[in-house]
Every structure is written in C-alpha cells, then in structure tokens.
T-cell receptor, first 110, second 112 residues
Framework: TQLLEQSPQFLSIQEGENLTVYCNSS?????LQWYRQEPGEGPVLLVT?????EVKKLKRLTFQFGDARKDSSLHITAAQTGDTGLYLC??????????FGAGTTVTVRA | NAGVTQTPKFQVLKTGQSMTLQCAQD?????MYWYRQDPGMGLRLIYY???????DKGEVPNGYNVSRLNKREFSLRLESAAPSQTSVYFC???????????FGAGTRLSVL
C-alpha cells in the first residue's frame, strides 16, 4: 500500500489544454516534493512545499500544499509537448526519508 | 559539475551472482539513498545514510547491503542476485531539511 496515492495514473491531453495531478495521503508531511522523470533518466526535482496552504508557481506549473499538509496538487496551464513525462510526488516526515507516490504518466499530444 | 554519478548503467546477472552498484556525489551532501523503481510502484527506498558513518534500512532492504565509504560514496551490494531484484536502481543525495533529492541516471539490472 502506497503512503501517497497519486491520481490519475495516466493522463493524455492535447497541447494547449490544462491538467491537474493529485497527491493524497492520510499522513502529515513536513514537506512535499514534486519530481519529473523522463525515460531513461533519474527524477528531477521541480519544487518543494513546506507550509500548509502554500502555493508555488513555476512558469506554467502551479503547486499547492493542502492546509493540513496531507495532500498536494500540480496544475499545468496550456500544456506543451515538453511537459510529457512521469510526475512523482514525495513526502518527508522529518526522518530523512521520502515516501514516493506511484506516479502519473502525462502525455501531451501535438 | 557532475552531481550524482552511478556505475554501471546496465548490468545482466545470472541468479546467484553478486555485484556492487557504485554511487558518488560531488555536492558535499550529507544524506544519500538507494531506491529501486518497478513499473506502477514508484520509487521504493532500499537503504539510506543520513550522514557519513551511518546507514539504515528502508522499505525493501532484504537481499541488499550498503556501505557509506566516505561522504561522497555510497555503494549497494547484491550478495546473491535473484530474478525479483530485476529493476532500475537509483542513487540520490540531499543536503537535508526538505531541500529535495538529486538523483543519478540509474542502473538497469536484469537477473536471469
């Protein structure tokens, strides 16, 4: 059983559309991180959120940490083909260890 | 700046063979990790080293051993490989404090 549940598992959209990926848990985290992984490579950190209710924006990507620090979402506006990849959320509970979700595979079609 | 370097990139073993996966980071990070990634299961922690001189078990440690050789290097050893250990292995490091982990490119291991 995954500590962090990601949904949806797969997402296929047309270029220019918006998408949202969700990451939910019953546990409280001291921080939550989002990574993107491309085929044949390791995950690359996108953002870390640490405060309940925090919203961070990176260009077309918006990340939100839930008020209770149990859930998070990633929203991409006007998706581009370069946004294609596996998106992973990971939570830290202050014990040096991350727990990862199973990931959401995003495909953006031209 | 190389970041996190893993060797080898690919490996094929026969059941019962042993091997060591090497990992080195040049970012002066305190903490280092070994994960395995299997389809549909995300990344699962095998072992980690919060600081030089310490190692601890993660979620799936059975069949593996680790050595934190110095601050830069953290190796993962399979003493007697089994087909269930076929996976992609990632090493990662972090400065800590929720600052995020930096990953190597991975080792793709097949055990026949």
């Amino acid at each position: 059983t995954q500590l962090l549940e990601q949904s949806p598992q797969f997402l296929s959209i047309q270029e220019g559309e918006n998408l949202t990926v969700y990451c939910n848990s019953s546990s409280v985290f001291s921080s939550l991180q989002w990574y993107r992984q491309e085929p044949g490579e390791g995950p690359v950190l996108l953002v870390t959120v640490v405060t309940g209710g925090e919203v961070k924006k990176l260009k077309r990507l918006t990340f939100q940490f839930g008020d209770a620090r149990k859930d998070s979402s990633l929203h991409i506006t006007a998706a581009q083909t370069g946004d294609t990849g596996l998106y992973l959320c990971a939570g830290e509970r202050g014990d040096y260890k991350l727990s990862f979700g199973a990931g959401t595979t995003v495909t953006v079609r031209a | 700046n190389a970041g996190v370097t893993q060797t080898p990139k690919f490996q094929v073993l026969k059941t019962g063979q042993s091997m060591t996966l090497q990992c080195a980071q040049d970012m002066n990070h305190n903490s280092m990790y070994w994960y395995r990634q299997d389809p549909g299961m995300g990344l699962r922690l095998i072992y980690y080293s919060a600081s030089e001189g310490t190692t601890d078990k993660g979620e799936v440690p059975n069949g593996y051993n680790v050595s934190r050789l110095n601050k830069r290097e953290f190796s993962l050893r399979l003493e007697s490989a089994a087909p269930s250990q076929t996976s992609v292995y990632f090493c990662a490091s972090t400065v800590g404090g929720g600052q995020g982990e930096y990953f190597g490119a991975g080792t793709r291991l097949s055990v026949l």
